[in-house]
């Protein structure tokens, strides 16, 4: 168990719609981050993190978007969702900038 | 697209044999190579991590290569396991940002190590 929850761990939904998904990171971790991994493009970044502020910004579309909250828990807006939203949605936390990540188990949202 | 790039796609490996992975990154930017090992169902867990001011690292079974020149590096799983089975991602990223986990992943290799 990394110690970062990730909440609902499946999530069906309908295209046009918009999902939250939510991440409490370690206890202590400053930092977060949100990737998508998806079969045809892989692990890739979204966004993160540190303290409140946002930090780094990947490929992450309009539609998406992000915050963490004063108790550094973080969520992940999807809206106008479209059926390639399909994949798993991991959240990774770190204790600085620099330090390693440990990944949640992931939300695996379909869009029907 | 700052990329990495990992081979094989797939490997198949006996019992007790070596597992070679081998990854290639374009940006010299980047001073941080983890590997990760993820099961079905599961995220991604860090395995073993190398920073280019040395050439080699080995962690119990698992070693990573690093060739700065060449701009390539790779993990050696000595004595594969059947509890080795899993997805390994090499990824990359530039710790002087102050992001070392703004990852860039490779594509992953799903390891067999059969009985």
């Known amino acids: 168990d990394s110690g970062v929850t990730q909440t609902p761990k499946h999530l069906i939904t309908a295209t046009g719609q918009r999902v939250t998904l939510r991440c409490s990171p370690r206890?202590?971790?400053?930092?977060v981050y949100w990737y998508q991994q998806s079969l045809d493009q892989g692990l890739q970044f979204l966004i993160q993190?540190?303290?409140?502020?946002?930090?780094a910004k990947g490929n992450i579309l309009e539609r998406f978007s992000a915050q963490q909250f004063p108790d550094l828990h973080s969520e992940l807006n999807l809206s106008s969702l479209e059926l390639g939203d399909s994949a798993l949605y991991f959240c990774a936390s770190s204790g600085g900038v620099n330090s390693e990540a440990f990944f949640g188990q992931g939300t695996r949202l379909t869009v029907v | 697209q700052q990329q990495v790039k990992q081979s094989p796609q797939s490997l198949i490996v006996q019992k007790g044999g070596i597992s070679i992975i081998n990854c290639a990154y374009e940006?010299?930017?980047?001073?941080?190579f983890p590997w990760y090992q993820q099961f079905p169902g599961k995220g991604p867990a860090l395995l073993i991590a190398?920073?280019?001011?040395?050439s080699e690292k080995k962690e119990g079974r698992f070693t990573i290569s690093f060739n700065k020149s060449a701009k390539q590096f790779s993990l050696h799983i000595m004595d594969s396991q059947p509890g080795d089975s899993a997805t390994y991602f090499c990824a990359a990223s530039d710790s002087n940002t102050g992001t070392a986990s703004k990852l860039t992943f490779g594509t992953g290799t799903r390891l067999q190590v059969t009985l």
């Open positions: 993190y540190y303290n409140g502020e946002e930090r």
């Open positions: 190398i920073r280019p001011d040395v």
């Open positions: 940006n010299t930017a980047f001073d941080y």
């Open positions: 206890s202590g971790d400053l930092s």
